[in-house]
């Protein structure tokens, strides 16, 4: 249908646009026939909008920046502000007024710690999106990532009186970073804790299998409904059930998208009032 010299010249266009070299000004308009001027008006429009598209990722990147920098002072400004008042009403004589005053205060530090968690989350998701930020996995011990979330993830389960329990014994390797990936499993331990019932316990471990490590954590909390399951990995997604629990629906998000630059993926089993499982899938590194 097309001559060999027509089909070689629109070969070079197309590796010059796939090399990011392809320029209009190449080629003469007046000795390219009608389908040749079609493909390079075509390569001229696609060159365009990667150009535009990385000049977008650049004001994302720069306001992305912006907004972390600027809440970050105000917001440690408030909680050392929030400390030292706290510590003047507790020096003062007993009375009515300084428990209110107390309560109200601890409900202010409450709702700056639920704040700055929300800039934390939203600063990490348009980071990502934006593919700012680089997940880099390297060859490491499976047992150094479960460690570290656990140590992390102790204090809350104190407070609730639950139990986490690391049921892995193995050496096994896989390939992860471990900031990113400590922070996907933080999450969906985070959540394990969270809809738990005083004095649960949750417990994690991981199988190996040929290709991938799966580490498990599963709890004997409140469930999750089946027709929820395929929706709680969405931005800003929450059940019905949990509405009234600290929480904005990124975490598990976060959780998908960071597995998901890993070449990993999660999947979840549970059902309402007999706890929950989710299983973190983590490509195998070879020894």
């Not at 992305?64 to 510590?87: F, G, W």
């Not at 009375?95 to 800039?119: C, H, V, Y």
Request: charged content about 30%; aromatic content about 8%; overall charge negative.
């Amino acid at each position: 249908m097309f001559g060999r010299k027509i089909l070689d010249r629109l070969d070079h266009m197309l590796d010059d646009a796939i090399a990011g070299n392809f320029q209009e000004s190449d080629y003469d308009e007046s000795q390219l026939s009608k389908v040749e001027s079609k493909w390079k008006h075509y390569l001229g429009v696609s060159v365009l909008t990667k150009e535009n598209m990385e000049k977008e990722k650049e004001n994302v990147k720069s306001l992305v920046s912006d907004i972390s920098h600027q809440t970050k002072t105000p917001m440690a400004n408030i909680q050392l502000y929030a400390s030292l008042l706290k510590e003047k009403l507790e020096a003062g004589e007993d009375s009515e007024e300084k428990q209110q005053n107390l309560k109200l205060l601890n409900e202010i530090t409450r709702q700056t710690e639920k704040l700055s968690f929300l800039i934390q989350s939203l600063t990490k998701m348009s980071r990502l999106e934006s593919n700012i930020v680089e997940v880099k996995p390297q060859q490491q011990k499976i047992s150094l990532l479960l460690e570290a979330a656990i140590e992390d993830a102790g204090a809350k389960a104190g407070q609730k009186g639950i139990e986490i329990i690391n049921e892995y014994e193995g050496c096994g390797y896989a390939d992860y970073d471990m900031k990113w990936t400590k922070e996907a499993l933080g999450n969906v331990l985070d959540n394990a804790v969270k809809y738990s019932y005083p004095g649960g316990k949750v417990r994690i471990s991981a199988m190996e299998y040929e290709l991938y490590t799966a580490v498990s954590v599963k709890d004997d909390g409140i469930g999750i409904k089946e027709e929820d399951t395929a929706k709680i990995f969405g931005r800003f997604y929450r059940a019905k059930e949990v509405q009234q629990e600290d929480g904005v629906g990124i975490g598990l998000y976060l959780t998908r998208e960071i597995l998901r630059k890993e070449n990993g993926y999660i999947k979840v089993k549970s059902s309402p009032g007999k706890g929950t499982e989710f299983v973190l899938f983590l490509q195998r590194g070879t020894v």
